[in-house]
C-alpha cells in the first residue's frame, strides 16, 4: 500500500468514525435507546440537546482529521530521509545498501551517470 492510500485510508476510517458517533446520538435521540434497552425512564426527544452534541462532535472531527493530516504529512516527510554513507555514499534503503545511482534508478528509472561539477573540474584540473 502507498503512502497517498495509507493517508486516504486513515482519514476515511476518522470520517466512518465520527460519522457512527453522531448516527449513534441521533439513534440515542430519537429511539430513546436506553429506554428501550435498559429499561430506564423515558425522556422525550431534545432536538437542540441533539443539535448541540452533533456540533461538539463534527467539531472534534475536524480538529482530529487536521491534526492527523499534518501527523501523517510530517511522517511522510521523514520517512523521506534516506542515510547515505559518508565514505562511499551508498544510500540504505529498506536495509540494502546499494549505490546511488542504482536506487534512482529502481526508485524513479532515472538513469544517473558520473561526471565532474564546474568547480571539482576545476580544482583537479586547473
Known amino acids: 500500500m502507498n503512502k497517498r492510500s495509507t493517508k486516504l485510508t486513515v482519514i476515511f476510517w476518522e470520517i466512518t468514525g465520527f460519522a457512527a458517533v453522531v448516527l449513534l446520538l441521533w439513534l440515542d435521540e430519537i429511539l430513546d435507546l436506553p429506554h428501550n434497552l435498559l429499561g430506564t425512564a423515558a425522556t422525550p426527544i431534545n432536538w437542540a ?3 448541540l452534541e452533533t456540533f461538539f ?5 475536524w480538529i482530529v482529521i487536521v491534526r492527523s493530516k499534518r501527523t501523517l504529512r510530517r511522517i511522510r516527510y521523514l520517512e523521506g530521509f534516506l542515510p547515505v ?3 562511499c555514499n551508498r544510500i540504505c534503503a529498506d536495509g540494502v545498501w546499494m549505490p546511488i545511482h542504482q536506487y ?3 526508485q524513479t528509472g532515472v538513469r544517473a551517470f558520473h561526471r565532474l561539477c564546474p568547480e571539482c573540474e576545476q580544482e583537479r584540473f586547473g
Do not use: H, K
Not at 57 to 61: A, E, F, K, R, S
Open 49 to 51: 440537546e441533539g443539535l
Open 57 to 61: 462532535v463534527i467539531i472534534l472531527g
Open 104 to 106: 534512482l534508478d529502481q
Open 85 to 87: 554513507c559518508s565514505f
